[in-house]
């Protein structure tokens, strides 16, 4: 294929380029790929470095992407070794920081050296830590980005740390997990008035057996029997950390309607209960009450929504002990819930009221569960907590104009929050009267008719209408323009039971017209939203026998909202799905076409087009939330 893609990885011998500073008797400490994880992946992922194979690797992108690396107990860390992909051509730029009980602390600074895809070694003043990361500012070179990309990593450190009582097992949760900006709630105390632990005494705290660092001291350990204290708003008890303002002194609370809010947490289920075996391990609270949870019940671990307690499953046989990872991005008034990366669901919610909160709630008392004592108990165990607030409005790693820092959609873009017909500013209708009916023309090849009737505006949102007699909707953009960034949020649904059926697409259009000659992207086309497959079909342009490139992926459900986006440069097409990217294609021109990036120009259409004539077609609906444009 003459399309550009991306260099295939060679695998190489490693070339270790060790500094004079360097310690001969140091011993690598570097922990399995269990032990490694990362802020963001593209696919590949964080365990790769660890795996002994320079053709694997992990990617990140963004600046500040980290990938970490949990030693597993506290360690004598003197030097780190990184061999980067695509290291002849790419000089990484990056952090390198441990963990000192509260904070992460950089101990080097710069770049990789861009001769070698080999290991190369960056030593430091020796550290005593229990976890170690890498933090990328992406790459400079032949070209420049903000992929951050490894394919392996060593951790070298001083021998016999493991070796006699010396104090290297972590003793406290705060030299395991970042608690500056916690306070705990422990099932002991009085009744209604269980114990509380703020900062900055909670640093310098544990408590057996209900909160702390079990060996081999990789994580903390929560835990509340069925008989502990309560809160008074609950028949539960609780060991279980509540989000507070920056440095822990009050109790914060935020919007979910402002600025985007984030919590990770890397967990593990390790026990339930008797009689009712039921156990939440992360939540978000508004006011007097939770507004979604993470609750494990038996085996099927459960995504509440307010007192639906059942409200998504994300699986039905987990397995005490499996280590996962959790993570809620709230914005724009939503809450996005992602588990091991996969977003399992999308909540509404609009609260200024919220706070995170994480440990074990156990689901269980006295008065449902036997025996009533404190070895009946349900049990979390946490690896890694982080929690973030940003001021970015609506930011979300789902939209590629985010991930991809594109900048203010132009005047152009529409969030259809009218209601009535289309923006006439901003967007072309079909005209005539063919049928008898005004503002409709014939349909695509001649099949049934295009409408102005059948796009309107209600809602917040845009409904083009596909009927049974082959009436269909069709908006051109008034905007042309050689190269630009489209994001769309939309989905389609089949809201008839039967009949052929229609044909949804997001595309760009030549202005010209000729596609043979100028080329056509139709970055969003589908036929039938129940299939759950995304295509693209990409025409080169100066191709008199219509050359193109088709795209695929599977599986993503159109009757559900996705953000699809799509970019044009003079280098490349490029398409996304919910931020990540799912094609590329770039060049190919030969003696029967030109290269496929070459449109002279062109603007945005919606269509629902009809392929089959004037009667017996399903009805659907193609919706569309907003249409954003960048330069």
Not at 81 to 88: S, W, Y
Not at 188 to 215: A, K, N, R
Not at 387 to 409: I, N
Not at 534 to 539: G, M, R, S, Y
């Amino acid at each position: 294929m003459a399309f550009a893609v991306l260099a295939p990885v060679m695998a190489v011998l490693a070339l270790l380029l060790v500094p004079a500073t360097a310690h001969a008797a140091d011993v690598q400490i570097t922990p399995a790929a269990g032990a490694v994880t990362a802020s963001t992946d593209d696919g590949n992922e964080p365990g790769n470095v660890v795996d002994d194979d320079y053709t694997t690797r992990w990617s990140g992108e963004g600046d500040g992407a980290w990938l970490q690396l949990d030693l597993g107990s506290t360690k004598t860390v003197t030097h780190i070794k990184l061999a980067v992909h695509k290291g002849t051509t790419r000089q990484n730029v990056f952090q390198l920081q441990y963990w000192n009980g509260s904070s992460w602390v950089t101990v080097h600074d710069g770049r990789t050296s861009g001769t070698t895809t080999g290991l190369e070694s960056f030593a430091f003043d020796p550290v005593r830590t229990s976890k170690v990361r890498y933090v990328g500012h992406g790459y400079s070179g032949e070209g420049e980005g903000d992929w951050n990309s490894l394919t392996e990593v060593e951790v070298w450190g001083a021998p016999g740390d493991d070796d006699g009582d010396d104090g290297g097992e972590a003793k406290l949760p705060s030299d395991v997990l970042d608690l500056s900006d916690w306070k705990v709630t422990l099932p002991i105390g009085d009744e209604e008035e269980p114990t509380e632990i703020f900062q900055p005494e909670l640093d310098g705290y544990s408590h057996d057996p209900f909160f702390l660092v079990p060996e081999p001291g990789d994580a903390v350990r929560f835990r509340a029997p069925v008989n502990g204290v309560t809160t008074g708003g609950s028949s539960n008890p609780r060991s279980e950390l509540r989000e507070m303002e920056s440095g822990g002194g009050d109790e914060i609370e935020w919007s979910s309607t402002s600025g985007t809010h984030t919590m990770t947490v890397r967990e593990a289920f390790t026990h339930l209960p008797e009689d009712k075996p039921e156990v939440v391990g992360a939540q978000i609270h508004g006011g007097d009450d939770d507004v979604t949870a993470l609750r494990l019940e038996g085996e099927k671990l459960w995504i509440t929504k307010g007192d639906t307690t059942n409200h998504h499953l994300i699986t039905d046989h987990y397995e005490l002990g499996t280590v996962f990872e959790v993570k809620y991005v709230v914005s724009d008034g939503e809450i996005k819930v992602y588990y091991n990366g996969e977003l399992e669901t999308t909540l509404d919610h609009s609260d200024s009221t919220n706070y995170f909160k994480t440990g074990a709630y156990t689901q269980a008392n006295c008065g449902n569960s036997s025996p009533c004592s404190g070895e009946n108990y349900g049990e979390v165990k946490i690896y890694g907590l982080d929690v973030t607030h940003g001021d970015d409005q609506g930011s979300d790693s789902t939209q590629a104009a985010d991930r991809h820092s594109w900048g203010t959609p132009l005047p152009i873009s529409d969030e259809f929050d009218y209601t009535g017909a289309v923006d006439p500013d901003k967007w072309a209708t079909p005209s005539g009267d063919v049928g008898g009916t005004e503002g409709c023309w014939e349909g695509h090849s001649g099949n049934g008719r295009r409408c102005a009737k059948n796009s309107t505006v209600a809602d917040g949102m845009l409904t083009m209408r596909g009927e049974e007699n082959g009436d269909t909707g069709w908006l051109r953009q008034k905007r042309d323009a050689q190269y630009g960034r489209w994001e769309i949020r939309s989905r389609s649904k089949n809201i008839g039971s039967s009949g052929d059926l229609y044909h949804a697409l997001h595309l760009i259009w030549p202005t010209e017209g000729n596609r043979l000659e100028n080329g056509e992207y139709d970055w969003v086309e589908y036929s039938d939203p129940d299939a759950q497959c995304l295509t693209a079909f990409l025409h080169y342009p100066r191709s008199p026998s219509d050359k193109k490139e088709h795209r695929e992926v599977c599986p993503v459900d159109m009757n559900e909202w996705h953000n699809f986006a799509f970019e044009w440069t003079p280098q490349a097409l490029v398409g996304y799905v919910d931020g990540k990217e799912w094609f590329r294609l770039a060049d190919g021109a030969d003696s029967d076409r030109g290269n496929i990036q070459s449109m002279p120009s062109g603007h945005l259409n919606i269509q629902l087009d009809n392929f089959t004539g004037d009667s017996g077609l399903r009805p659907a609906v193609f919706e569309v939330d907003w249409v954003r444009v960048y330069e």
